[in-house]
């Protein structure tokens, strides 16, 4: 269904390959899209597709309740983070878990779709922004399909690509520059997205290309070269979480990036095991500090930040010596962890970069 909808069907055919499979009615509500699209068309009556258009409203604001009698399930259309729509399967009946697959491979079709729309209704930057805007929120069902819209659009990913992010300023909005090697369109919010393909992404063109964006007053990250299409969501998403760290409130990349990178690494394999780090290391002196007021968390990272001095993280937060040495002592009692010591130092460091890659995520998904 997803190769479909980027090969352009549209949401009749998603609706009627859904309910083909499901053998019911199913029905798209993707108001940004219009009227609803029930498939076959003389299954529900007038009443029933306003409750479902309704419904489909409360959805989007987060504020629905119980599903309208007649809708059996539903599964929520999401364009990265944001939900516009739901796939609602018709009938009274409940779903078994591998019927509703059907309904999620529905919704990722109907994302993809709209996003299609998005393209088709605009230019060619309308275009390479829906391209940008699909594999980033992941819809990479069909990789050959996506690579053949990039192709189509004149860049080659089957070999796969180099990503770039890059965040304008809030009061300013710069013009994109013109390059030919890179695939780059702004996706919204200031945040411009691009694909260098390989082989011809070498050091020097992507330098050529930071170089000019930065430029323009635009902060900027790049990805690790990934080598295959299936990667490239991967790609876009490192260098989206390589930005938010290299802003503020984090700004802590400098001679740290490789290790930023593999913590990313694990987020992107494994996110359960990246927040499972954060919970063995810093989160019980994050909680200890909320309550009793304190500011460990803030102490052990300016510790770590100055090499483990005590003398300078005393004299970068304007406190007494002995201030910091009580509070670093808190800190190995509340987590079980010296800053002292090297194994120590070391665990706790991860767990600071842990939580705030985990942070970068919460907020570049707030983004989308």
């Given amino acids: 269904m ?11 055919s998603v609706a009627c390959s859904a309910s083909d499979a499901l053998g ?6 993707l108001p940004a899209l219009g009227a609803p699209v029930v498939w076959p068309a003389d299954t529900s009556a007038p009443e029933a597709v306003r409750e479902l258009v309704e419904y489909a409203a ?12 007649g809708i059996a399930d539903s599964v929520e259309i999401r364009i990265g983070q944001e939900v516009v729509g739901i796939v609602a399967a018709i009938g009274e009946s409940s779903l078994r878990a591998d019927e509703r697959a059907w309904l999620d491979a529905a919704a990722a079709a109907a994302a993809v779709t709209a996003l299609m729309r998005e393209s088709q209704e605009g230019d060619l930057e309308g275009s390479r922004r829906a391209l940008l805007r699909a594999l980033a929120a992941g819809h990479t069902a069909d990789v050959t399909t996506l690579v053949g819209q990039a192709r189509r659009l004149g860049f ?8 770039v992010c890059a965040q304008m300023p809030e009061a300013a909005r710069a013009e994109l520059p013109v390059h030919p090697s890179a695939l780059l369109a702004e996706v919204g919010g200031g945040r411009v997205l691009g694909l260098l393909p390989l082989p011809a992404a070498t050091g020097d063109v992507v330098r050529a290309l930071v170089d000019e964006l930065e ?3 635009l902060e900027v990250a790049v990805s690790a070269p990934r080598r295959v299409p299936s990667a490239l969501h991967e790609a876009l998403r490192e260098a989206e979480l390589l930005v938010e760290l290299a802003s503020p409130p ?45 500011e460990l968390l803030a102490t052990l990272q300016a510790f770590l930040a100055h090499h483990g001095s005590t003398t300078e993280t005393a004299e970068a937060m304007s406190l007494h010596r002995h201030t910091v040495g ?3 002592s808190r800190v190995q009692e509340v987590s079980g962890l010296s800053p002292y010591e090297s194994d120590g130092r070391e665990r706790l460091s991860l767990g600071l970069k842990a939580d705030q ?8 998904a707030q983004r989308e």
Avoid: C, F, M, N
């Fill in 2 to 12: 997803v190769s479909g909808a980027v090969a352009g069907d549209d949401l009749q």
């Fill in 24 to 29: 019911r009615p199913v029905a798209i509500a």
């Fill in 58 to 69: 409360a959805v989007i604001r987060a504020q629905a309740s119980d599903r309208p009698r």
């Fill in 156 to 163: 080659d990913l089957g070999s796969g690509a180099v990503a």
């Fill in 215 to 217: 430029g323009r007053g």
């Fill in 250 to 294: 984090d700004t802590a990349l400098a001679g740290q990036e490789e290790t930023y990178r593999l913590l990313i690494g694990v987020l992107l394999r494994d996110r359960d095991e990246l927040e499972l780090l954060r919970e063995r290391t810093i989160a019980p002196i994050s909680a200890y500090d909320s309550e009793h007021d304190t």
């Fill in 326 to 328: 009580y509070r670093l």
């Fill in 357 to 364: 890659i985990l942070e970068a995520d919460k907020r570049r």
